[in-house]
C-alpha cells in the first residue's frame, strides 16, 4: 500500500520542530507500525537523512517503550493496542498519516518522536512501592488475600508506564498512571501500612513534576492500552482525601 | 512541505505553574474543594430552583416566599440574620469553587504547553466536559454578575422595590426584553452541562471509585441536570410568553 | 577438529563451589564467606549493569545492605527491561499443592532438563532458594494470581509433572520486574543507588587485574564517561538478537558481555540457544521480531501440516485424512507435549521437506478446532483468549476460526560469560548474574526457570556472595587519567569515530538482517560440521563487508540510534563466531545444541557423556579463542539419555 507521511522531526531538546512530510509505496499490510517506520528509515540512511529517532523495545506491547501519537491518537486508532502492536492492515491504501511525539510538559521531547518520562520513575521513586527489604518476607502463605482483590490488583499492575494516558489528557495529567500503582498497592494487605504516605508523596511527586489535574474527563481511559479504567483515579481521590484529613 | 507549530518543547514548561505547597493545595487537594463546594452549590441551586417555582402561586405568595426568607429565625434573631449567613456561605463556596477551578486550569494549560498538529475527536467517557467546563464556567461567571444586579440589587431591573419579587421576575422577563430570557436560557444551557459532568465528576472525586455505580451516577447527574434547567427555565418562559403577568 | 579455528588451553575449576552434601553447600559458602561490616559498606561502589529481574533486584539489594550503587540500563526506564516480557510464570519449589515437589525435584528436574551439562551445585541452590523468591515477591505486593480461598496458585508448566509454576496471567515478569524496579525505585529515593537510564555501557574498565569501572556513553547527549568503583556486576541479558530474529526485544545485545570477553572473561557454552516452537510466524521482509505465543497452547492446540507437499488450500478444506498430525504420530506418549527442542525440530523437518503453511512455507498449523468441538468456544476463549486477541493483531487471521500459524523462533540463550559459585567470572570483581551468565540451565533452560535464576542471582546469591571480595576493599582510588581509563575510553572513542567516518553505503540492519539468517541456518535449530565451517566463512566475510561498508548517519553527541545499533552489531559478529566455532567443537547433540552428525536412529538427540561432560568456556584471542574445560560431576542426578516416545 501507498502511504503519505507527516512525521514531527526535532533534531534536539532544543531545536525547533516542524512536521514533514515523506511518501512510502509499498507498504506491506502485514507490517507492524514500526516496521513500517524501520522501513522509511533503512530510506532515509541509504538518501543519507538522519532517520526518524522513536522509542521501542519489546515490540509486544508489554515494555510501554514505544509512544506514538497516530493521527492525534495516542497509540493509534485500535482500541487497547499499543503502537508496536498497531498493524498496517488498520489503515488504507493512499491513506495520510500524522505522527507525533507524546505531548506534556512533564515530558519533555528529547529528539524527533523520543520523549523524556523520567517525570514516571520519580512518582514512584516517591511512594509507588511497598518497603520489603531482601529477606524479610514471611510465607507467601501467611497472609491469604481474596480472589477479588488479587484480581483487581493485577488489573491495575497491568500499567505499562507508556504515559498515553499523559499524552491522550487534555490536563496533561498523570493520574491514570498514579492511581493505577496506588489502586494495586492499596488493594494488597502488603500495602496497607504505607497507604497513607505513599498517596501523598506520589501525588506531591507528580503535581511538582508538572503535571496537571484530573477533571475527569476520560481521556486517558479510552486511550490506555491496557485498559486501565477511571476508577484507579476514583481510588487515588478517596486514598488521597482519607491521608489528607489524616495528615491535617 | 512542511508545516510549522509555534512552539518547540523547552526542557521544563515555559510557562511554571503555580507551585502547590500541602496536600490541600495539590491537584487532588484542589480538585476536592471544588467538587466539596460544587456539590454545596448544587444544593442551593435545588433550594434556589424550587423557591422560584413560588411565581406560579402568584405575587402574594411568591413576595411573602422573599419575606420569608428575610425573616427566618425572628424574633430570635435580628432581620436578614440568616439570609446574610447564607449569603456568605454562598460567597466562600462559590469564591472556593472558583478560584480552585482558576489554579487548577492553570495548570492544566502549564501542563501542555503544545498542541497536537492533527486534532483527534476525543474520545474519552465524559468527552463533553472538554468542551463545555471552561466556557460554560466563563458563561456563568457572566451570568451571577447580571443575575446579582438584576434580581437581587435590582441595579439593571425596573422594579427597585426590594420586598416585591415577584414583580421584579416579571418585570426582567417581560416580552419586550426577550434578550434577557436569551441570556438567562443561555446560562442555563451552561449550567446544565456543567452539573452533567459536574456532579458525576464530584462523586468521583470525593466518594472514590465507582466503577459498580458509575452508570448510574451519571444517570443521576443527567437527572439533576435537567431537573434544574427545566425547573429554572420554566420561570422566564412562563414570563416572557405572557402566562405569568 | 581443524586447530585453526581455536586452541586448548589449561582446563578451568570452580574453586568456591564447596564440597560435602549437596544440601549443605550454600549454607556452608555463605558461612566460609567473609562478610563486610555495615559502616564500611558505605565507603563501597558497586556498579551494577542492568536493570531485568537480576540487575534490578541486586541493585536494591546491594543498596539495602548499605553499599553505593551505580545502576545502568539503555532504555529510558528500568522498568522497560527485557524481562519484563516474560509471560508463562516463575518455579518454586514450595510443594503448596503436595504433589511431590521438593527442593530435590526441582533441582533433579532442573539438572535432567539441562541434559547433564549444568553444575549441580548451582543448581541445587538455585533450587533452594527458589522457595524465599516467592515469599519476597508476595512481600513486595506482586499480585500472583491466587485461588477463591485467597492461598497462591499453581500451574504445571513446560511438562513438568508438579505444579510449582506461579504466575500473573499471562504477564508473570512485568509483575516480577516491576516488583523489583519498585524496591529499586525506593533506594533510588534513599540516595543509596545512583541510576542512570539511557545509559549504555561500552567497554570495562580493568586495572591491576580487577575489574574497576566501566565506560558509558549517555545516549541523550552522547557524552562518553567512566564510572569506577569496587566490583562490577554484569546483569545485561541474553544475546539471541544475534538472530536477529527472536523472542526478545530489540534492545537485547551482547555489547556488555562481549566487551569483558574481549579483556579476558570466559564466554561460557555460546552455541546453547534455546528454539521456542510456539512463535508467530514471519510475515515478510519487513519482520523486525518474533512474537512468543505461550507454551500453554499446546495444551489444548494440536500440531499438523498438510500431507501434500506445497498444498495451498485453506486449512478447513484440508480433509482429516490428508493431514499429518506429526507430534502425535512420532511421539505418541507426549503428542503435542514434547519439549521445547523436540517440538521446534519436527516443525523444522516437515517444513523442510515442502509441507509447511503461509508465508514461504515456514509454518505449522496449531489447530483448535478440536478443543473447541470438545470444550465449547466460551471455555476456550476463558482460557486462551487473550493470545487468541494478540494472534489477530499481529497476523489479521482469526484463531477461532482458522488455525494458527505457528514456527519456531530463537528465545532463550543458555551460554554467556563464566561464572562460579560466588557468580565471580574469572576476572576478579567482576560478577555476572541472570542470562548473561552461563550458569545453572545446562544445554537446556526449562520453562519458568529463567525468572527463577534472575531473581535467585539478584535478590539471594550475589548480595550474599559478593561481600568476600569486597570485604578486601575500598581498593585505590583511580581517576580519569589513570591508564586503564584513558585506554579504555579511548578503544569506546575510537569505535564511534570509525563508525561515524566510515565512508559506507549500507545500513547496520542489513548487515543484521545477513548476519542473523547466516546463524538460522547453520547455527539455529540443526548443526552439522559443514553448516557450521561454512557459517565461520561467510560471518568472517561479512564483518569485513561490514567494516567497509557500513553506514551510520548522524553525530556523536546526540541521540544516535543507528550508532548504537552499529556497536551492538560489531560484537554479534564475533559472537556469532565464537558461537559456531564452540558448536564444531561439541560433536555431540544435547538439549539445545543439536548436532544433525549425532542423533539415535529415531532422530532424537544423542549426547556423548564420555567426552563432552564440560563447560566450555572460552577465553578470547586475537587469532583464534582458547577453550577451557570445566569438568561437570554428578553425584546425585545420573545422567541418562531423554525419551518422550
Ligand atoms: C517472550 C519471552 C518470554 C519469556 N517467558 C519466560 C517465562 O515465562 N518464564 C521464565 O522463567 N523466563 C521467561 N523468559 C526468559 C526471561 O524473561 C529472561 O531470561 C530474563 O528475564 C532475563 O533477565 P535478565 O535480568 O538477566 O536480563 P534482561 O531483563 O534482559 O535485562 C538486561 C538489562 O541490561 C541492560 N543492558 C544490557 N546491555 C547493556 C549495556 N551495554 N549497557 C547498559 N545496560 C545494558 C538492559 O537495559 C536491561 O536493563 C522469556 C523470555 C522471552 C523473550
Ligand atoms: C453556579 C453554580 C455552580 C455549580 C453548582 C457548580 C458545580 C460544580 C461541580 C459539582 C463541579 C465538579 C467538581 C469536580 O471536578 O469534581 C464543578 C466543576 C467545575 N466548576 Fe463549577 N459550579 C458552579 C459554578 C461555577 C462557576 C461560576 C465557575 C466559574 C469559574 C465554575 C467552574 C468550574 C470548573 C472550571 C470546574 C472543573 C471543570 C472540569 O471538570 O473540567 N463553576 N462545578
Ligand atoms: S495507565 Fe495506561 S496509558 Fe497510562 S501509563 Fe499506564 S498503561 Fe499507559
Ligand atoms: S515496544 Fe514495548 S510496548 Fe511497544
Excluded at chain 2, 79 to 99: D, F, K, Q, S
Excluded at chain 3, 99 to 105: A, I, L, Q
Amino acid at each position: 500500500m501507498k502511504l503519505k507521511l507527516r512525521i514531527w522531526r526535532q533534531s534536539s531538546a532544543d531545536a525547533k520542530g516542524r512536521m514533514v512530510s515523506y511518501e512510502l509505496d509499498d507498504v506491506s499490510e502485514d507490517a507492524s507500525f514500526l516496521e513500517m517506520l524501520d522501513v522509511l528509515n533503512e530510506r532515509l540512511i541509504a538518501e543519507g537523512d538522519d532517520p526518524v529517532a522513536f522509542d521501542h523495545d519489546c515490540r509486544e506491547g508489554i515494555c510501554g517503550a514505544c509512544s506514538l501519537v497516530i493521527d492525534g491518537q495516542p497509540h493509534g486508532p485500535q482500541a487497547a493496542t499499543t503502537t508496536c502492536q498497531l498493524h498496517m492492515r488498520k489503515f488504507k491504501d493512499g491513506d495520510s498519516i500524522d505522527i507525533e511525539p507524546w505531548r506534556a510538559g512533564a515530558f519533555p521531547v528529547i529528539k524527533d518522536l523520543v520523549v523524556d518520562r523520567s517525570a514516571f520513575d520519580r512518582i514512584i521513586q516517591a511512594g509507588g512501592y511497598i518497603s520489603a527489604p531482601t529477606g524479610t518476607a514471611p510465607d507467601a502463605h501467611a497472609v491469604p488475600i481474596p480472589k477479588q482483590d488479587a484480581d483487581a490488583a493485577f488489573s491495575a499492575a497491568a500499567c505499562i508506564g507508556c504515559g498515553a494516558c499523559v499524552a491522550a489528557c487534555p490536563n496533561g495529567s498523570g493520574m491514570l498512571f498514579m492511581g493505577a500503582k496506588v489502586a494495586h498497592l492499596g488493594l494488597t494487605p502488603q500495602g496497607q501500612p504505607e497507604r497513607a504516605t505513599r498517596v501523598l508523596g506520589m501525588v506531591a511527586a507528580h503535581d511538582e513534576a508538572g503535571f496537571g489535574g484530573c477533571t475527569n474527563t476520560g481521556e486517558c481511559a479510552a486511550a490506555c492500552p491496557k485498559e486501565i479504567g477511571l476508577d484507579v483515579i476514583g481510588r487515588l481521590n478517596a486514598d488521597f482525601r482519607k491521608a489528607a484529613i489524616r495528615a491535617a | 512541505m512542511s508545516t510549522d507549530l509555534q512552539s518547540r518543547t523547552a526542557a521544563r514548561p515555559a510557562k511554571r505553574a503555580p507551585k502547590p505547597t500541602g496536600p490541600w493545595r495539590s491537584n487532588i487537594g484542589l480538585k476536592i474543594a471544588m467538587a466539596v463546594s460544587g456539590v454545596l452549590l448544587v444544593l442551593f441551586i435545588i433550594v434556589h430552583m424550587a423557591g422560584n417555582l413560588h411565581v406560579f402561586e402568584g405575587r402574594e405568595e411568591m413576595n411573602a416566599y422573599a419575606h420569608g426568607l428575610r425573616t427566618l429565625g425572628e424574633p430570635l434573631l435580628p432581620h436578614e440574620t440568616v439570609l446574610w449567613v447564607l449569603r456568605v456561605g454562598l460567597i466562600v463556596l462559590a469564591a472556593v469553587h472558583i478560584w480552585s477551578a482558576v489554579v487548577l486550569t492553570r495548570r492544566s494549560l502549564a501542563a501542555r504547553p503544545v498542541r497536537y498538529h492533527s486534532r483527534k475527536p476525543a474520545k474519552g467517557e465524559s468527552r463533553h466536559a472538554v468542551a463545555t467546563m471552561r466556557w460554560g464556567a466563563a458563561v456563568l461567571v457572566l451570568f451571577v454578575a447580571w443575575h446579582l444586579l438584576d434580581l437581587t440589587f435590582r441595579t439593571v431591573n425596573p422594579v427597585k422595590d426590594v420586598p416585591d419579587a415577584y414583580g421584579a421576575v416579571v418585570a426582567t422577563f417581560s416580552p419586550e426584553r426577550w434578550p434577557v430570557t436569551v441570556f438567562y436560557l443561555l446560562a442555563l444551557v451552561a449550567l446544565g452541562f456543567h452539573l452533567r459532568h459536574g456532579v458525576w465528576s464530584a462523586v468521583q472525586t470525593i466518594a472514590g471509585p465507582d466503577t459498580k455505580w458509575r452508570k448510574r451516577t451519571q444517570a443521576v447527574a443527567l437527572a439533576v441536570a435537567l431537573v434544574v434547567v427545566v425547573g429554572f427555565a420554566i420561570v422566564p418562559l412562563s414570563v416572557t410568553f405572557g402566562l405569568v403577568k | 577438529m581443524s586447530i585453526d579455528y581455536y586452541r586448548e588451553g589449561e582446563p578451568v575449576a570452580d574453586t568456591k563451589a564447596p564440597a560435602g552434601p549437596i544440601e549443605e553447600r550454600w549454607e556452608k559458602r555463605r558461612f566460609s564467606g567473609r562478610l563486610v561490616n555495615p559502616a564500611n559498606r558505605r565507603k563501597l561502589r558497586v556498579i551494577v549493569v542492568g536493570t531485568g529481574l537480576a540487575g534490578a533486584s541486586a541493585a536494591a539489594t546491594l543498596g539495602e545492605l548499605g553499599y553505593r550503587v551505580a545502576n545502568y540500563c539503555f532504555q529510558d526506564s528500568a522498568r522497560r527491561a527485557h524481562s519484563i516480557a516474560a509471560q508463562g510464570g516463575i518455579n518454586a519449589a514450595k510443594n503448596y499443592r503436595n504433589d511431590g515437589d521438593s527442593v530435590h525435584r526441582l533441582f533433579y528436574d532442573t539438572v535432567k532438563g539441562g541434559d547433564f551439562r549444568s553444575r549441580e551445585s548451582n543448581v541445587h541452590r538455585l533450587a533452594e532458594v527458589s522457595t524465599e523468591i516467592i515469599d519476597q515477591c508476595v512481600a513486595q505486593g506482586v499480585p500472583f494470581a491466587r485461588e477463591y480461598g485467597g492461598l497462591l496458585d499453581n500451574r504445571s508448566f513446560g511438562g513438568a509433572q508438579v505444579s510449582r509454576t506461579f504466575y500473573a496471567r499471562g504477564q508473570t515478569g512485568q509483575q516480577l520486574l516491576l516488583g523489583a524496579y519498585q524496591a529499586l525505585q525506593r533506594q533510588v529515593a534513599a540516595g543509596t543507588v545512583d541510576l542512570h537510564t539511557r545509559h549504555e555501557m561500552l567497554e570495562l574498565v580493568i586495572a591491576d587485574g580487577k575489574a574497576r569501572g566501566i565506560v558509558v556513553r549517555d545516549l541523550v547527549t552522547g557524552e562518553i564517561s567512566t564510572e569506577i568503583a569496587d566490583a562490577v556486576v554484569l546483569a545485561t541479558g541474553g544475546y539471541g538478537n544475534v538472530f536477529f530474529l527472536s523472542t526478545n526485544a530489540k534492545g537485547c545485545n551482547v555489547t556488555a558481555s562481549w566487551r569483558a570477553h574481549r579483556k579476558g572473561a570466559y564466554f561460557a557454552n555460546p552455541c546453547y540457544t534455546q528454539i521456542h516452537p510456539t512463535c508467530i510466524p514471519q510475515s515478510g521482509d519487513h519482520q523486525s521480531k518474533l512474537t512468543l505465543m505461550s507454551e500453554s497452547l499446546r495444551n489444548d492446540g494440536r500440531v499438523w501440516v498438510p500431507k501434500a507437499k506445497g498444498d495451498q488450500r485453506h486449512p478447513a478444506d484440508i480433509p482429516e485424512d490428508e493431514r499429518d498430525y506429526y507430534l502425535e504420530r512420532r511421539y505418541p506418549a507426549f503428542g503435542n507435549l514434547v519439549p521445547r527442542d523436540i517440538a521446534s525440530r519436527a516443525a523444522k523437518v516437515v517444513c523442510d521437506e515442502g509441507h509447511g503453511v503461509g508465508p514461504g512455507g515456514l509454518g505449522v498449523y496449531l489447530d483448535f478446532a478440536d478443543a473447541i468441538a470438545r470444550l465449547g468456544k466460551p471455555a476456550v476463549e476463558a482460557k486462551y483468549g487473550n493470545l487468541f486477541d494478540m494472534y489477530e493483531r499481529i497476523t489479521g487471521e482469526n484463531p477461532y476460526e482458522r488455525p494458527m500459524r505457528i514456527y519456531p523462533a530463537v528465545h532463550y540463550t543458555m551460554g554467556g560469560l563464566w561464572v562460579d559459585y560466588d557468580l565471580s567470572s574469572n576476572i576478579p570483581g567482576l560478577f555476572v548474574t541472570g542470562e548473561a551468565n552461563f550458569s545453572d540451565h545446562g544445554a537446556n533452560r526449562l520453562g519458568a526457570s529463567a525468572l527463577m535464576q534472575g531473581l535467585s542471582d539478584g535478590y539471594f546469591v550475589l548480595p550474599n556472595t559478593i561481600s568476600d571480595y569486597l570485604a578486601d576493599g575500598p581498593f585505590e582510588a583511580l581517576d580519569e587519567t589513570h591508564e586503564a581509563v584513558v585506554a579504555a575510553r579511548k578503544e569506546v572513542d575510537d569505535r564511534i569515530a570509525f563508525f561515524l567516518n566510515n565512508d559506507g553505503d549500507r545500513t547496520v540492519d542489513s548487515f543484521h538482517r545477513e548476519l542473523g539468517k547466516i546463524m538460522w541456518e547453520y547455527c539455529g535449530m540443526e548443526r552439522t560440521d559443514e553448516g557450521l565451517r561454512k557459517a565461520i566463512g561467510l560471518i568472517r566475510d561479512l564483518k569485513a563487508e561490514f567494516y567497509k561498508r557500513v553506514k551510520v548517519t548522524g553525530k556523536a553527541e546526540e541521540l544516535n540510534q543507528q550508532l548504537e545499533k552499529a556497536g551492538r552489531v560489531a560484537d554479534f559478529f564475533e559472537l556469532g563466531e565464537l558461537m559456531c566455532i564452540d558448536a564444531l567443537h561439541r560433536t555431540e547433540s544435547c538439549g539445545g545444541h543439536f548436532r544433525a552428525e549425532s542423533q539415535t536412529e529415531d532422530g532424537e538427540a544423542k549426547r556423548d557423556d564420555d567426552r563432552f561432560s564440560y563447560v566450555a568456556a572460552w577465553e578470547y584471542g586475537e587469532d583464534a579463542p582458547v577453550l577451557h574445560k570445566e569438568a561437570l560431576v554428578f553425584e546425585y542426578v545420573k545422567p541418562t539419555q531423554r525419551s518422550y516416545k
